[in-house]
T-cell receptor, first 114, second 115 residues
Framework: AQSVTQLGSHVSVSEGALVLLRCNYS??????LFWYVQYPNQGLQLLLK??????LVKGINGFEAEFKKSETSFHLTKPSAHMSDAAEYFCAVSEAGGSYIPTFGRGTSLIVHP | EADIYQTPRYLVIGTGKKITLECSQTMGHDKMYWYQQDPGMELHLIHYSYGVNSTEKGDLSSESTVSRIRTEHFPLTLESARPSHTSQYLCASSRGKQGGTGELFFGEGSRLTVL
């Protein structure tokens, strides 16, 4: 069975500061991992994905995430926050060779202060 | 850019009315999904489909029903809307097992308010 835990329902940073959004997963088989972003009154948009190639994955808008199997983590980072990064962020996992139906975390709201 | 469309984007309706939320995708994806998103952000899978004539219930029990008569179309219907159905409904699609990873492509959502 697969599951995702996102630590912190809200993360607040100053503009220009490092962004770190935490995601830990549980999976009985090699996982596929995803980060999605949701802006107000929009659907979810893929930021980046890990599909068993490079463990450091670069996505859109300057975000990246590192797959760490030993820590079962897939934390999302960005070196310098911008006001436009304020949004909801969701981590998701699906299992290779399984149904591929993803399980989502509860989401983290990123607040960026000027 | 994803090609998945939801209509209506916003709907305000009275209790007891029947409503259908439309979802169409032009990517030829086999799998389609409906999520209900509560005000606290959390996504709840309410229905999904592996392909034409396939529909399955998701993790969250829902009074809504779905159909999949065509690959590109996955409408959701509420026979008698109630205030408890007020929510945002998100439709998504993904490739089937061949070439699939679980990556979802989302529509922009349908925000339903039942008075």
């Amino acid at each position: 069975a697969q599951s995702v835990t996102q630590l912190g329902s809200h993360v607040s940073v100053s503009e220009g500061a490092l962004v770190l959004l935490r995601c830990n997963y549980s999976s009985s088989v090699p996982p596929y991992l995803f980060w999605y972003v949701q802006y107000p009154n929009q659907g979810l948009q893929l930021l980046l994905k890990y599909t068993s190639a490079a463990t450091l994955v670069k996505g859109i808008n300057g975000f990246e995430a590192e797959f760490k199997k030993s820590e079962t983590s897939f934390h999302l980072t960005k070196p310098s926050a911008h006001m436009s990064d304020a949004a909801e962020y969701f981590c998701a996992v699906s299992e290779a060779g399984g149904s591929y139906i993803p399980t989502f975390g509860r989401g983290t709201s990123l607040i960026v202060h000027p | 850019e994803a090609d998945i469309y939801q209509t209506p984007r916003y709907l305000v309706i009275g209790t007891g009315k029947k409503i259908t939320l439309e979802c169409s995708q032009t990517m030829g994806h086999d799998k389609m999904y409906w999520y209900q998103q509560d005000p606290g952000m959390e996504l709840h899978l309410i229905h999904y489909s592996y392909g034409v004539n396939s529909t399955e219930k998701g993790d969250l029990s829902s009074e809504s029903t779905v159909s999949r008569i065509r690959t590109e179309h996955f409408p959701l219907t509420l026979e008698s809307a109630r205030p408890s159905h007020t929510s945002q409904y998100l439709c998504a699609s993904s490739r089937g097992k061949q070439g699939g990873t679980g990556e979802l492509f989302f529509g922009e959502g349908s925000r339903l308010t039942v008075l």
